[in-house]
Structures are given as C-alpha cells and as structure tokens.
C-alpha cells in the first residue's frame, strides 16, 4: 500500500540552527500539507501546497518557514533560525484531489531544538 | 474560522467492551468532511472513518461507527468490541470542500486507555 515517507524520524538540532525536514508524498497525490503537534497538544495545520505554490497557510507559518518540491518527488520544509518552542513533531500529508479525499500522513518527524 | 472540540480529555474501556467517544464542531457550511485519526504510541495519523456531511447515512468501518448528528453539529465514534491495540489517542477533524488549501481542524484529542 502507497504510503507518505519522512525522514529524519528524529532530529536534534541547535537553537538558531536551520533545519530541513523530508517527506515523500504518494505518487499521484497532488495535494501536500505539512501539520505540527507540540507534546500533549493537538495537531495544528501549518502550509498546504498545490501546483507548486502554497495554497493556505496558518499564522503559525511565518517567514521562519518555507516549503519546496524540489524535484517533483520530495516535499520539504525549512525551518530557518530554530527556536525552542519549534520544538514538536512534524507530520507530512498528501491526498490526490481537492475536497473529495482524504488526507495521508506520514509518521512524522519528531523535531528537538535544544 | 470552524472549530471542533473534544470534551473527553481521556475514556477508559474494558476490552471487548464499547465506548462513545464525543465531538462538536463549528461551522457555517453546509457542505463539508469529518474525521476520525487514530495516533497510537509510535504517533502516526491513521485514518479511521471520514462522514460527507451531506450523506444521511452514519459512516460504518468494521467495529467502528459514527452517529453524525448535523443538526446538532456532532459527530461522535463509536468502537465496539474494544481490543488493546484500540488504546491510542483520537482526534476528530473537520475540512470543508471549499477551503483553498483543503487543510483539516483537528480537536483536542481524547486518549482511550483499553483495560485486558
């Protein structure tokens, strides 16, 4: 069964530091999100992304944080200059078409700014 | 903006058993999707049920089931025949076809602890 892969699972990273989170969507998904989840928190939507461009993003999403296709396969997000409280677990989706589908996610990448 | 709320923080079951989880929702729209996600210890989102708001009928997949009230804005999951590896948390989420960026409202969560 297709499936969203990310990577790292786990990644450690200095205050201030950039990092870049991986995800691999489905195929033929056209639609890819990224959602976070702070420790005991509930899932917050982030950034969706459609034809290569951001469709919707929340107020979380800043100008800390950008999103890329870079090569047609891989969908990323960059968290520039890191802070503690970016801390959480970073779930990738993807779904094939808008409204009439559901969204599948990742297992996620738990993010740990020290 | 919709919200969805959870007012179980945590629900407790005997295996084998059933248990009602609750939530509502916010919304304006007539037209729209609601979610049930399981995320187990390992934390995945895995999806359970999903209900299209303008089917009358209660989404129903293997010992899992809906009651969707729309008039009353619910939408609560029903898990029969509870088995240990039901013990996870599980957020109800909303999205609706219109939305631009097709992104999902998820609740508060509600842990369900499966007693042997």
């Known amino acids: 069964e297709p499936e969203v892969t990310q990577t790292p699972s786990h990644q450690v990273t200095q205050m201030g530091q950039e990092v870049i989170l991986r995800c691999v969507p489905i195929?033929?998904?056209?639609?890819f999100y990224w959602y976070r989840q702070i420790l005991g928190q509930k899932v917050e939507f982030l950034v969706s992304?459609?034809?290569?461009?951001?469709?919707?993003k929340s107020e979380i999403f800043d100008d800390q944080f950008s999103v890329e296709r870079p090569d047609g396969s891989n969908f990323t997000l960059k968290i520039r200059s890191t802070k503690l409280e970016d801390s959480a677990m970073y779930f990738c989706?993807?779904?094939?078409?808008?409204?009439?589908?559901?969204?599948?996610f990742g297992q996620g990448t738990r993010l740990t700014v020290v | 903006a919709q919200t969805v709320t959870q007012s179980q923080p945590e629900m407790s079951v005997q295996e084998a058993e059933t248990v009602t989880l609750s939530c509502t929702y916010d919304?304006?729209?007539?037209?729209?999707?609601l979610f049930w996600y399981k995320q187990p210890p390992s934390r995945q989102m895995i999806l359970v049920i999903r209900q299209e708001a303008y089917k009358q009928q209660n989404a129903t997949e293997n010992r899992f089931s809906v009651n969707f009230q729309k008039a009353a804005k619910s939408f609560s999951l029903k898990i029969s025949d509870s088995q240990l590896g039901d013990a996870a948390m599980y957020f109800c989420a909303y999205r609706s076809p219109k939305a631009a960026g097709n992104k999902l409202t998820f609740g508060g969560g509600t842990r369900v602890l499966v007693k042997p």
């Open positions: 989706a993807s779904s094939e078409l808008l409204g009439h589908t559901e969204a599948f």
């Open positions: 919304t304006s729209e007539s037209d729209y999707y």
């Open positions: 195929s033929n998904h056209l639609y």
């Open positions: 992304f459609y034809n290569n461009e951001i469709s919707e």
